[in-house]
Each structure stands twice: as structure tokens, then as C-alpha cells.
């Protein structure tokens, strides 16, 4: 399976702040790159994806691609408690998602 | 975005049985995956479930312990077969597609099924 890297955590940040994740993956060829929170106990959800090199805005999120780096990251501004959980970084190959091992956030109120 | 459902949402199964999960999901969809996720670990793909043929399955995974169905486009099943204490687990069922307003594919999950194999 690709290799798909996240530094496990967690990464504690105060309310207010802005949490930075970031991840790292194998294959060069890869196109397209998706970041899902996880509550704990739940089934992740999607937050959103690029496939661009450069940045995209939604909401408080921001992702971020660099291909020639191999490098994917999502910015959360103005932190919240209601952040807290792990955030899984996902490449897609060939129709398929291969997924990082997940970074946890704590938000501190 | 598609919405998902799977039963059992749990059990408790003994050495030895079979156990089989079902996922529907509520629209037609391109491709459905399953996936384990352990407790504390990130999400590792067990197959792609194929509509009308045999599951396309990921290394060390195979389809004589993870038989797959898929009959049509909403529904396939996954099942554990023989199970022994290190099947125990969170089994995750995704359906992909095509977002038109994002121009972008994008896979959604199922709430998970937790096996515990005593």
C-alpha cells in the first residue's frame, strides 16, 4: 500500500490558535489528497481535498499542497474544543484512498 | 455526499464463527471499499468491492477469510470468516463518486461495525 506519513501526536494547541498538520506521502504520482477528522469512536468524515499545487480556503480550513515536496497540510484557524480529535491525511491512487495513521489534536480551552 | 449505513453496528462473536456485515448506501455510487481500522490505528483497506464480480483485495488480505459480495451499486457485504481474537476490530464500509460540484471524487463512510472475537 502507499505510503501515507503523519506525525502521530498529539499536538496540543490553546482555543484561538491556529493548528497546523501536516503529512507526507510516497508516490509522486499521486493527484489528488483528501483530509478527514475522527471523533473518537466515530467514522471519519470528510473535511476536504486538493489537487493543486498552492492553497484552498474553506471556512476556518485551509489545506495546502506542495508536490514537489511531497507534502500536504491543513491549517485550522481560530482553534476550537470542538476540533479536538485526529485528523487522517488520504492519498487517492487509481481510485483508491490510502490513508496516514492520523494526527491527534487536543484544542485547550 | 452519500449517506451510509452498516449492521450490525457490534458484536461480540466466539472463535472460530463467521460473522457477516452488511453496508447500504442510500444512492448508486462507483466503488465501494472495506476497510479495518484497530483500536488507535489509521484506517487499512481490505478490498475494493467490484458490482458483479469478485472483491479486488489488498495485500494480505484474502477472500477465503474476507469473502465480499456486491449484488448491485448500494449494497455489498463483508464477511469475517473463521475468526479468531485478532479480527477484533472496527470494520469500516466507503462508497465513492464523482462530485460534480467539487469535480473531484470523494469517499464517504459508513458509522463502522466493532468486532469483538472472544
Known amino acids: 500500500q502507499k505510503e501515507v506519513e503523519q506525525n502521530s501526536g498529539p499536538l496540543s494547541v490553546p482555543e484561538g490558535a491556529i493548528a497546523s498538520l501536516n503529512c507526507t506521502y510516497s508516490?509522486?504520482?499521486?493527484?489528488?489528497f483528501f483530509w478527514y477528522r475522527q471523533y473518537s469512536g466515530k467514522s471519519p468524515e470528510l473535511i476536504m481535498f486538493?489537487?493543486?499545487?498552492g492553497d484552498k480556503e474553506d471556512g476556518r480550513f485551509t489545506a495546502q499542497l506542495n508536490k514537489a515536496s511531497q507534502y500536504v497540510s491543513l491549517l485550522i484557524r481560530d482553534s476550537q474544543p470542538s476540533d479536538s480529535a485526529t485528523y487522517l491525511c488520504?492519498?487517492?491512487?487509481?481510485?483508491?484512498?490510502?490513508f496516514g495513521s492520523g494526527t491527534k489534536l487536543n484544542v485547550k480551552p | 455526499s452519500a449517506v451510509i449505513s452498516q449492521k450490525p453496528s457490534r458484536d461480540i462473536c466466539q472463535r472460530g464463527t463467521s460473522l457477516t456485515i452488511q453496508c447500504q448506501v442510500d444512492?448508486?455510487?462507483?466503488?465501494m471499499f472495506w476497510y479495518r481500522q484497530q483500536p488507535g490505528q489509521s484506517l487499512t483497506l481490505i478490498a475494493t468491492?467490484?458490482?458483479?464480480?469478485?472483491?479486488?483485495?489488498e495485500s494480505g488480505f484474502v477472500i477465503d477469510k474476507f469473502p465480499i459480495s456486491r449484488p448491485n451499486l448500494t449494497f455489498s457485504t463483508l464477511t469475517v470468516s473463521n475468526m479468531s481474537p485478532e479480527d477484533s476490530s472496527i470494520y469500516l464500509c466507503?462508497?465513492?463518486?464523482?462530485?460534480?460540484?467539487?469535480?473531484?471524487?470523494?469517499?464517504?463512510f459508513g458509522p463502522g461495525t466493532r468486532l469483538t472475537v472472544t
Open positions: 488520504a492519498v487517492m491512487d487509481f481510485n483508491k484512498f490510502y
Open positions: 508516490d509522486r504520482g499521486s493527484q489528488s
Open positions: 486538493i489537487y493543486s499545487n
Open positions: 444512492s448508486q455510487v462507483t466503488m
Open positions: 466507503s462508497a465513492q463518486g464523482w462530485a460534480s460540484g467539487d469535480s473531484s471524487y470523494e469517499q464517504y
Open positions: 468491492a467490484n458490482q458483479g464480480s469478485e472483491a479486488t483485495y
